[in-house]
């Protein structure tokens, strides 16, 4: 795993998040054994390539390198055998990732980083029963992971600092931002403020205050443009004025005593409030299929990501990070055709069938 990377990866579960890793590893030229035991698995993951690939041309155009090959493996062994990085991504159970990693571990090179893709589970309890447990750590992304940078690195107790340094240059090397999690925290750093914010929703739809289709303009006309572009805290001192976050804590600081929150305390998700989210949900997409709203969604997402490249002189937030993509995928082309170097044509699919399943 030094200089531009594995030549191979392994992808063990084929579901939203195990597709999109495959899919963002795919485009940027690395080959990727995948394998999930779900004999269904194999169109999902197809899918999910088409509107990446879709993505990534609008992304990328001309600088992309070729695509790597995308083979699905009979048996996890196979799919891990020779691998230079391997991320699991199997469905949100501890006792299953426990043991699926546990495979891993026995059937992998003893020097390759795993990661998982864990939404909340620490990567001290996943290392149990490892052989290696050094080598185990948290690469948890967000979806879709082919378009949204953002990767928490989380180490465990027995987690090797080179291991957290082979991951993050290796995250880097794909156009994401890696995230070293300071501390070993249940559910990290994004999903613990996602958390809040689904609380407080939650309750305005339970207490009849909005629709979801409400709650989701609320957010798509106001904060979620700022916090796209300058998170929380940056937002936050814009809003002090001149006198800046010190001012501003200042002056809103004591708003946190009221009692506005519920942060403390969720609604039962009853049939009646599961019925009626289920419900609001289904008029507010009006008709539209879910690949077509992934369509929608990674086409806003491109929009944004090139807004912010041209922002300033270098760039701004995850633009910098676009602009920094962009040079390294001409590079990975310009190397795959010079005489001699490797050139793969695209096969989304080729290989053996096999199986994946869900995240």
């Known amino acids: 795993m030094t200089g531009v990377g594995p030549e191979r990866v392994a992808c063990v579960g084929g579901g939203v998040i195990g597709s999109g890793w495959a899919a963002r590893l795919v485009l940027n030229g690395i080959d990727v054994s995948l394998y999930d035991p779900d004999p269904d698995a194999g169109p999902a993951v197809q899918a999910a390539m088409v509107n990446a690939e879709r993505a990534f041309d609008r992304l990328f155009g001309k600088a992309r390198p070729a695509a790597g090959a995308l083979s699905f493996a009979g048996s996890l062994a196979e799919a891990v055998d020779g691998a230079g990085f391997i991320q699991e991504s199997v469905p949100e159970r501890l006792d299953l990732k426990q043991g699926v990693l546990q495979e891993i571990d026995s059937a992998a090179n003893g020097d390759t980083v795993i990661a998982s893709s864990t939404s909340g589970?620490?990567?001290?309890?996943?290392?149990?029963?490892?052989?290696?447990?050094?080598?185990?750590?948290?690469?948890?992304?967000?979806?879709?992971?082919?378009?949204?940078?953002?990767?928490?690195?989380?180490?465990?107790?027995?987690?090797?600092?080179?291991?957290?340094?082979?991951?993050g240059g290796f995250y880097r090397s794909l156009g994401m931002k890696p995230l070293a999690v300071r501390k070993e925290i249940d559910a990290f750093i994004a999903d613990r403020l996602q958390e809040a914010l689904w609380r407080e929703a939650l309750w305005l739809v339970h207490d009849g205050v909005a629709t979801v289709g409400e709650i989701d303009d609320a957010m798509r006309y106001s904060f979620g443009l700022r916090w796209a572009q300058?998170?929380?805290?940056?937002?936050?001192?814009?809003?002090?004025?001149?006198?800046?976050?010190?001012?501003?804590?200042?002056?809103?600081?004591?708003?946190?005593?009221?009692?506005?929150?519920?942060?403390?305390?969720?609604?039962?998700?009853?049939?009646?409030?599961?019925?009626?989210?289920?419900?609001?949900?289904?008029?507010?997409?009006?008709?539209?299929?879910?690949?077509?709203?992934?369509?929608?969604?990674?086409?806003?997402?491109?929009?944004?990501?090139?807004?912010?490249?041209?922002?300033?002189?270098?760039?701004?937030?995850?633009?910098?990070?676009?602009?920094?993509a962009r040079r390294r995928m001409r590079e990975r082309r310009d190397r795959s055709r010079r005489p001699g170097g490797p050139f793969r044509q695209p096969a989304p699919g080729a290989g053996k069938d096999g199986a994946a399943g869900e995240t």
């Open 121 to 167: 589970l620490l990567p001290s309890v996943l290392q149990t029963g490892l052989k290696h447990p050094e080598r185990l750590l948290v690469g948890h992304p967000f979806n879709p992971v082919y378009l949204l940078p953002l990767v928490e690195v989380v180490a465990g107790r027995d987690t090797a600092p080179e291991a957290v340094e082979r991951a």
């Open 230 to 324: 300058m998170g929380v805290f940056q937002t936050y001192r814009l809003a002090g004025g001149e006198a800046g976050m010190r001012h501003f804590m200042e002056q809103f600081g004591p708003c946190l005593a009221w009692p506005w929150t519920k942060l403390t305390d969720v609604p039962e998700l009853d049939d009646a409030l599961i019925d009626a989210i289920a419900e609001q949900s289904d008029r507010q997409a009006e008709g539209l299929s879910i690949r077509e709203l992934e369509r929608v969604r990674d086409d806003n997402l491109v929009g944004i990501l090139e807004a912010l490249e041209r922002s300033g002189r270098a760039g701004w937030g995850a633009g910098a990070l676009l602009g920094e």
